[in-house]
């Protein structure tokens, strides 16, 4: 049996991206996972998925205060770094190195803050503190694929998720970095910020890790109580059968809504939204006749879940 | 006397990225100089200054519709390609490249406009078409450094900017990029940029060229008429003679302003605006006791131009 592969670890983002050239100049393609750590089989078998595509792959672990607003759960996100490098390091070939910065926010001058949950001024809010004049102040946005979705009850969130990858694709210089179509609308924006604004990079889509009764992998599963999580098994059953009822022939959008509200509400469940939309452009799709995707993001007590299933149409 | 350099003209972004990779490879760094062409003694310096600081040289001609408003001068800008190699030819040591795409906003998929003044949907207004869904909708802002200054009259201009030199940096992946101190705001909106988003690139501000009567150089001054442009000159002269009054003690920021403003008036101009501010932070500043800028925009005839002056304070 192979000897498992301790990753490097690299917190300085200099000596991260002089890693990733030194290994360019070796002549050796770069894969990049970004995540927020607290790892499951979820964000493992998108390490697999990277080792199809690239030579060195570097995960990189980091939850990012740009993409929080002050009400949301930065400070209880949950961490386990020795926990994260353990499972790392049961990946079959493993990771080369895990980049874990302390603050991509702080430039050295002013006061910049780190998930204190403080809010800018002129009306921006999100946990990355407006340092006086010289705090961070970019920020990346994709405008239309951004509004809708998740975009609607977390209007900072896509900002702060456009604006730290492209922070982590300047530092890591990756080829190829992997998404999860668990976050799917995020996987679309991160597309397309990559061709819109000529990033020389591949994104690779991977396919949603359950649990082995349905339950799409999330960080986030750990904070549902039991009770809360049998009943959370109610998105991944009324998806499937959406899917089911297509294949039988229903095409009716609104229909398929309804009926899969009815059984998420049903199970206790509060919708924030359920939609059926492209998969390409996002938009709602009133009749399925080519490729969409079913979004559901739900409230299971004080938990926010998304899943999403995709549909051929 | 050396024999003058003939640049390798390039069209393709993926030709561009490639021919820049093969240069690192054989160690050489790589300096950008990203304009709109027309270019005038003013570039060439860039050019020059450049060549103080990377080994090969790339020169970006492209007038970019993603920073013109539809009721902007994108149609009537000037040009002259042939003219432009000319000139390029003449500076000591030439350029190795001219970076001259067509359009940069074409992904080969919906209808991507260029320069047509089409509106974008939901108010925001850009010469770049929404091509249904599949068109351009990544947009880079430096938010506070944005909204002041040319950006009051010119709201999306700098997010023009500020995208155009995001994908030009990752096209031609330059280590150092030359910019000039007459787009003040520009200079400072990009360097805020390249710290924020991570650009492993060095931004270096070059001084204003003027003609021998002191008119900034401009792409724009040939659409002066010769009264105009005597009646231009109003703007470096009362911006010099502020610069003295400083020295001389005078250090009441409104005092200086009021008094350029009565001078360019005098003369025929119309003010966008005159304003005394932070050479970093670029906030206005009523008492003048470290390094400033004072900005000017005014409108001779149909023709708007900028100039400013740097005083230590």
Known sequence: MEK???PKIITDKNEMREWSRSMRAQGKTIGLIPTMGFLHQGHLSLITEAHKHTKVSVV??????GQFSPNEDLSTYPSDFNGDIKKLMSVPGGVDVVFHPYNLYDYGVGSVGHGEGRVEKEGVVSCVED???SGHETWVTVERLGKGLCGKSRPIFFRGVATIVSKLFNIVEPDVAVFGKKDYQQLRIVTRMVRDLDFAIRIIGSDITREKDGL??????VHLSTDEREKALSINRSLSKAKDAVEMGQINSRDLINSVIESIQEAGGRIDYAEIVDQESLKAVERITSPVVFCIAAWFGKVRLI???EISG
């Open 4 to 6: 498992p592969k301790e």
């Open 60 to 65: 990189s672990i980091y939850v990012n205060p």
């Open 131 to 133: 340092g006086g004049g």
């Open 216 to 221: 799409a992998m999330s960080s986030r599963n």
């Open 307 to 309: 899943d999403n299933i």
